[in-house]
Nanobody, 126 residues
Framework: QLQLVESGGGLVQPGGSLRLSCAAS????????IGWFRQAPGKEREGVSC????????DYTDSVKGRFTISRDNAKNTVYLQMNSLKPEDTAVYYC???????????????????WGQGTQVTVSS
């Protein structure tokens, strides 16, 4: 069974940092393109970051560029999202998703992804 499990969410003050983890089981992550999405209450799910199969040219949505970093640890079969300089508007449930049908990162169409994690809550508040 293909499964993704996110962890690392929590409550942090504005300006703080969190590192989210996305651990895979049942498949090898380095054969998949991985995306991070988030959904705030009352809002649509939006793409945040993406890393391609060969981990080159990671992509970020404009609102997180320069603050978030996506990376892989193939030995641990895990993808990370390092989030720095967090803002209240970053508050959301964060999901990771995987697809092996697409190689490079191009846009954030959630329908391109066929394996999803259960999500982890990130709350940025003082």
């Amino acid at each position: 069974q293909l499964q993704l499990v996110e962890s690392g969410g929590g409550l942090v003050q504005p300006g703080g940092s969190l590192r989210l983890s996305c651990a895979a089981s049942g498949f090898t992550l380095d054969l998949y393109r991985i995306g991070w999405f988030r959904q705030a209450p009352g809002k649509e799910r939006e793409g945040v970051s993406c890393i391609s199969k060969i981990a080159d040219s990671p992509d970020y949505t404009d609102s997180v560029k320069g603050r978030f970093t996506i990376s892989r640890d193939n030995a641990k079969n895990t993808v990370y999202l390092q989030m720095n300089s967090l803002k209240p508007e970053d508050t959301a449930v964060y999901y990771c998703a995987a697809t092996n049908a697409y190689y490079y990162c191009s846009g954030y169409d959630p329908y391109e992804y066929d394996v999803w994690g259960q999500g982890t809550q990130v709350t940025v508040s003082s």
